[in-house]
């Protein structure tokens, strides 16, 4: 369906009473939004802070990619590698290394107050670090503040990390998701640590397999040592 064959969509679900629609995936936010301003309705984004995008987003429930991201090379730059509760494994985060949330720079929730939803979320992290789930008590330890994460670092020594490289499956840097989060991670790191970093996108949206192990290779040539590979598609690669 196009953008307009959305949008009228979800205009038929603000006509017929609803008041606020969560849009599922950041690609569909735009026509969700669109829909909410023509309705006089509300709109609840996912993925990505969309506040800045219309005032008929009430909140976005975000993924922190920068915060998993930045953990992870703080990780490794200490211990020169990961763990067996790391290495090779698939990690489901959440509110106790702080990986998902909502946005909270522009509150505009009405009757649920910003420092309500603070304490919220600090319970519910705590439950989760508790609870038995999938994520190592490394990774739950990992979530001291990046400051604090950086002078560990320095300390212990982060020139394991020599050079970063982000290699991205598809899209933009620019795309207010994964790509866009995780680089934010890795030009913070390499600032904070005196490491270079460079990213690396394939050159088309058809890109093969083959493509993407090829921008790995051209990054490892190029002197990095650490790749984040953003995208499930760089599972083959």
Not at 3 to 14: A, E, I, P, Q, R
Not at 95 to 118: C, H, I, N, P, S
Not at 133 to 145: F, G, I, L, W
Request: aromatic share 8%; charged share 20%; hydrophobic share 30%.
């Amino acid at each position: 369906a196009s953008d307009d064959d959305l949008t009228d969509y979800v205009c038929g679900w603000y006509n017929e009473g609803f008041q606020v629609v969560m849009a599922a995936t950041p690609g569909l936010a735009d026509s969700c939004i669109q829909a909410a301003e023509k309705s006089g309705r509300e709109v609840i984004a996912t993925g990505w802070d969309c506040a800045g995008q219309s005032s008929s987003v009430i909140t976005s429930a975000v993924n922190c990619y920068s915060t998993v991201v930045q953990n992870e090379l703080y990780l490794f730059g200490t211990q020169n590698n990961w763990d067996q509760d790391h290495s090779g494994q698939t990690e489901t985060l959440g509110t106790e290394v702080d990986a998902v949330g909502l946005a909270t720079q522009e509150w505009r929730l009405k009757t649920f107050t910003g420092e309500e939803y603070r304490e919220l979320y600090q319970r519910m992290a705590a439950c989760g670090s508790s609870a038995s789930s999938t994520t190592s008590s490394s990774a739950a330890a990992s979530t001291e503040a990046t400051s604090d994460s950086a002078a560990t670092a320095e300390a212990t020594g982060s020139d394991n990390i020599t050079g970063i490289a982000q290699c991205c499956d598809v899209g933009t840097l620019d795309d207010e998701s994964f790509n866009q989060g995780c680089w934010e991670a890795v030009k913070g790191y390499g600032d904070e640590n005196g490491i270079e970093y460079n990213y690396y996108l394939p050159s088309g949206e058809d890109a093969s397999d083959e493509d993407r192990e090829t921008l790995i290779r051209q990054a490892v040539a190029e002197g990095a040592n650490t790749i984040v590979c953003v995208g499930y598609l760089y599972g083959p690669a």
